[in-house]
């Protein structure tokens, strides 16, 4: 037993020896043999760093798995929490796009029943400057009755307005010089006059502002909507061609078209010029002269 023993502590201390034996690595130019840079170590030093550093990779690794989305590249790794977050944040998105497309597209329509004289201003703005709606529920038409209440204060309104144009003062320009053949009557549902013309005149903005509307209507033909400061719109319809399109800003005296006898609802060569001042038509000759 005894001789076992010391062979057990000879080995031990051997081995603790050739662990803590002390080595120097040296770094030495090869061509003038001098000494660089040089340190100390031993087996121990180098399993205890090769140990730590290794267990330093297994830490970093579980993290990136555990918490990034590189687990989702594991092959046979499924997380159904993070697929069924994703999806719910895709159904929203799609709903978010799907609402913005139908207001979008209602938007147009209202626009294109104006240009056809199918609904007044009044209505479309009513309608359409409802905010967060549903596009499942809501109701794009209104019943007969009040239907024909929003006519009859729309009328009231329409006429104490013009009432008072005059005490308004704006700088607006023609936007064409002619005779005028249609006068403004807002008893026969005429909100404009027009202006006969010769093909391809050039028609020019009234005042400064963004076209909000240019594109072709099978009634009007080329027409062409402006928005201009103080709650102003001007409205060009039958052009020949269109010279600016939608979200272009346009100067005064900018000449936007040129006009034509396009659309159904023409018998010549003319210009249809429409002024609505907070969203209700006036008489554009109280505002702009026309003649030649």
Not at 276 to 290: A, L, R
Request: aromatic letters at 12%.
């Amino acid at each position: 037993m005894p001789t076992k023993k010391k062979k057990s502590d000879g080995f031990l201390k051997n081995l603790l020896k050739k662990l803590t034996y002390h080595y120097r690595i040296l770094i030495i130019n090869d061509d003038t043999y001098e000494e660089k840079f040089s340190f100390r170590l031993n087996r121990l030093n180098v399993f205890v760093f090769t140990g730590l550093f290794a267990f330093f990779l297994i830490i970093i690794t579980t993290v990136l798995i555990a918490f990034t989305p590189l687990k989702t590249y594991i092959p046979g790794y499924n997380d159904a929490t993070y697929l069924r977050k994703k999806a719910i944040h895709l159904q929203l998105k799609t709903d978010s796009l799907k609402k913005a497309l139908m207001i979008n597209t209602f938007y147009v329509n209202q626009l294109r029943k104006v240009l056809n004289n199918e609904i007044t201003m009044e209505e479309f703005n009513k309608t359409y400057q409802t905010k967060n709606f549903d596009p499942d529920t809501l109701k794009l038409y209104p019943g007969k009755m009040d239907s024909v209440l929003r006519k009859e204060v729309a009328e009231r309104e329409r006429f104490e307005i013009n009432h008072q144009k005059n005490t308004l003062t704006y700088d607006f320009i023609a936007p064409v010089k002619g005779i005028i053949v249609n006068k403004f009557d807002a008893g026969k549902h005429h909100y404009a006059v027009d202006i006969a013309l010769k093909r391809g005149t050039p028609v020019k903005s009234i005042d400064k502002g963004r076209v909000i509307f240019a594109d072709w209507s099978p009634d009007t033909g080329n027409t062409i909507i402006i928005k201009h400061p103080h709650n102003v719109i001007s409205i060009y319809k039958h052009n020949q061609k269109l010279l600016r399109k939608t979200g272009d800003i346009v100067n005064q005296g900018e000449v936007i078209a040129l006009s034509g006898n396009t659309g159904e609802k023409t018998t010549g060569p003319h210009l249809h010029f429409e002024l609505w001042i907070k969203d209700t038509p006036v008489n554009p000759v109280d505002f702009i002269n026309f003649n030649p």
